[in-house]
């Protein structure tokens, strides 16, 4: 899979995807990602990527011009599966959403930024706007490092442990169930008997049970699905 992100702040991207399970899929080539900075794309001699709203108003609005010479020129390179817009209006972005967008090849990720971007961007190359949550960032490149990784982790073969991301919460539209490891007694706080039992099917159950109540008790709106 090939993500493309374009956005105002490509340092922003650095970190995240130098470490951990991203930078083991990228290394691993199992994915390919590349941020492109909007700005680079601006004409004018102040590089300018944003404007005065018209009709007036707070913030500054992000112009098409630099984002359209941006995903032409990608276009240009490639067939994109889709371009997806991040915004606190979008869609809201969930674990089947994740499964969705991780059997696309290549897809574009617009980082939104002040005010929102241009509407005709929506209308002429947005696929999707999507929202990690009913909260606002000052702009879309968390929300793009939030879905970047979701995806990742469910690549075949990005975990090492095959099943691991298949039991990650929600997948099932369950929570998952508490873990532990050593020391099986810490200060008297004992693991349950059950998962030092030995017993597999014992140890399914309780692990289902626990699912259930936990799902029940945090997020009653999953099993309501
Ligand atoms: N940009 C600002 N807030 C956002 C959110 N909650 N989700 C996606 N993009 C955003």
């Not at 941020?35 to 108003?57: C, E, N, V």
């Not at 959403?97 to 929102?116: D, Q, R, T, V």
């Not at 975990?159 to 050593?182: E, H, N, W």
Request: one cysteine or more; aromatic letters at 8%.
């Amino acid at each position: 899979m090939r993500i493309d992100i374009l956005t105002l702040f490509p340092e922003m991207f650095t970190g995240v995807l130098g470490c951990s399970i991203l930078k083991r899929a990228i290394d691993k080539s199992y994915l390919e990602v590349y941020t492109h900075d909007i700005r680079a794309y601006t004409t004018d001699k102040h590089h300018r990527a944003d404007d005065y709203p018209f009709g007036g108003g707070a913030g500054m609005v992000m112009m098409i011009e630099p984002i359209a010479r941006c995903i032409e020129h990608l276009q240009s390179e490639r067939t994109y599966d889709a371009i997806y817009l991040m915004a606190p209006d979008g869609k809201q972005f969930d674990q089947h959403k994740a499964n969705e967008m991780s059997m696309l090849n290549n897809i574009m990720i617009l980082c939104g930024h002040y005010k929102g971007v241009d509407e005709r961007v929506r209308e002429l190359y947005i696929t999707e706007d999507l929202s990690i949550g009913d909260y606002v960032l000052s702009g879309g490149e968390l929300a793009a490092m939030v879905i970047t990784d979701s995806l990742a982790r469910i690549i075949p073969g990005v975990i090492g442990d095959g099943t691991s991301a298949l039991s990650d919460s929600f997948q099932d539209d369950l929570l998952s169930a508490p873990v532990y490891t050593r020391p099986a007694d810490f200060r008297g706080h004992r693991v349950p008997d059950v998962l030092l039992s030995g017993n597999d099917k014992l140890i399914a159950e309780w692990t289902m049970n626990q699912q259930l109540q936990r799902t029940q008790e945090r997020r009653p709106d999953l099993l309501e699905k």
